[in-house]
């Protein structure tokens, strides 16, 4: 008899109860189509596809397939609708305490959700009564998600659109809502031809005041963009990034020898947390498979690859979907996903002390008692 624990792949239901941490998440993009519909007829909206009148499961495809494009520019028209639809205070609310509801009930401890407070004014709120809106539904979603018995903790990320020219008032409002729910910033929207330089004093404002920002780069188009977010912007972590494989070489012959450019190097070097998101990126085209998405090479490698969802809505998923996926692709373990999430929450940008706590009380120890699991299986046979 052997005396090794095994290494198996989790199960699906391991997998929703395995504490997990994700850094990129938009709130529009993970409305619940039952919610869209009651809002849309609540607000008088009546320019939702006509999937959306026969029912919540057809306007849920409809989403699905409509950002099954295969580009990022299409894939981000079905957000025309659910901002449509996030345009009041109790709309707001109702949306982000929602979200952290179901985030808490697939198993997030931590999240870190965005959204865009410039596309929320159609209305006439102001962009402080949409920071606040949101970090209330978060605080009522807390709540909701602890008298169901989970435990999550949501930070908002203020993003501003790239195509846009609000950067630097949205770094403002980041900077003056810190401590009161906002944890950093972000820039967003499509990326071919709205280069990060673009919004430079935004960024360098952020750096003067000691705050925190990601910036999406790498997923619509390749390493210039990524190069730009670090080198001219000082990005603390890309959004996606998954591009830098681009700058990796892996040799074709069977020494299956793997050489680094230089800013993949630096990526790798400095730590730099690449924000991954396999399913949005199979529907915007940056990979073509999850057997064939960057991510397996990128964890092989070590670089500090987390997981993530990006959008639930458009692509049907959940952070246990993402994992699910992953397990079944490369065989990865508690020990991997233990792994991804150390990663992302090494990356969070609340204080380290709170992160450090994170990991040491709430994560490692969750997928311990998980790995100890087989140990208390009914029959010696399914011990293995
Ligand atoms: O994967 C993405 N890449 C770039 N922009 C995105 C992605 N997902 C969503 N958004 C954009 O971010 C805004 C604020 O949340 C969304 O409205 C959408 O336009
Ligand atoms: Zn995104």
């Given at each position: 008899m052997t005396s090794e624990t095994p290494n198996t792949s989790p199960s699906p239901e391991q997998i929703r109860r395995a504490p997990k941490a994700l850094l990129h998440d938009h709130l529009d993009g993970g409305l619940r189509p039952g919610t869209i519909i009651e809002l849309a007829r609540e607000s008088g909206y009546d320019g939702l596809p006509d999937a959306a009148a026969e029912g919540a499961d057809r306007l849920?495809?409809?989403?699905?397939?409509?950002?099954?494009?295969?580009?990022?520019?299409?894939?981000l028209e079905t957000f025309a609708h659910t901002c449509a639809v996030m345009q009041t205070r109790e709309a707001l609310i109702r949306v982000a305490a929602e979200c952290a509801e179901d985030l808490a009930a697939d198993g997030v401890v931590y999240a870190e959700v965005r959204f865009a407070p410039e596309q929320h004014l159609e209305k006439g709120l102001s962009l402080e009564e949409v920071v606040e809106a949101v970090n209330e539904g978060f605080r009522e979603g807390e709540r909701r998600a602890r008298a169901d018995g989970n435990r999550i903790r949501v930070g908002s990320l203020l993003t501003a659109m790239r195509h846009a020219a609000r950067a630097l008032e949205i770094a403002e409002l980041a900077n003056r809502y810190r401590d009161l729910g906002v944890v950093g910033f972000d820039i967003a929207g499509?990326?071919?031809?709205?280069?990060?330089?673009?919004?430079?004093?935004?960024?360098?404002?952020?750096k003067r005041e000691n705050n925190h920002?990601?910036?999406?780069?790498?997923?619509?188009?390749?390493?210039?963009?990524?190069?730009q977010a670090l080198q001219w912007c000082g990005a603390d972590r890309l959004g996606h990034g998954v591009r830098i494989i681009d700058d990796i070489q892996v040799a074709d012959d069977h020494s299956g020898e793997v050489t680094l450019g230089r800013l993949a190097s630096y990526v790798r070097d400095k730590r730099i947390p690449l924000e991954l998101c396999p399913s949005s990126n199979l529907q915007t085209g940056a990979a073509a498979s999850y057997a064939e998405h960057p991510i397996g090479l990128l964890r092989k490698l070590h670089f500090r690859a987390t997981v993530n969802t990006d959008n639930r809505l458009m692509s049907g998923t959940s952070m246990s979907n993402e994992f699910e996926h992953l397990v079944k692709t490369f065989r990865y373990t508690l020990d991997d996903m233990q792994w991804f999430t150390?990663?992302?929450?090494?990356?969070?940008?609340?204080?380290?002390?709170?992160?450090?706590?994170?990991?040491?009380?709430?994560?490692?120890?969750?997928?311990?008692?998980?790995?100890?699991?087989?140990l208390f299986q009914a029959s010696p046979s399914e011990r293995r």
């Open positions: 849920d495809a409809w989403f699905r397939s409509a950002a099954d494009s295969g580009s990022l520019e299409r894939y499509a990326e071919a031809g709205f280069p990060p330089t673009r919004h430079l004093d935004a960024f360098e404002f952020l920002f990601t910036i999406h780069a790498g997923e619509g188009f390749g390493l210039p963009s990524i190069w150390v990663n992302a929450m090494k990356s969070a940008f609340i204080p380290f002390d709170e992160r450090l706590a994170m990991i040491n009380e709430v994560i490692k120890p969750g997928y311990a008692e998980l790995k100890a699991e087989w």
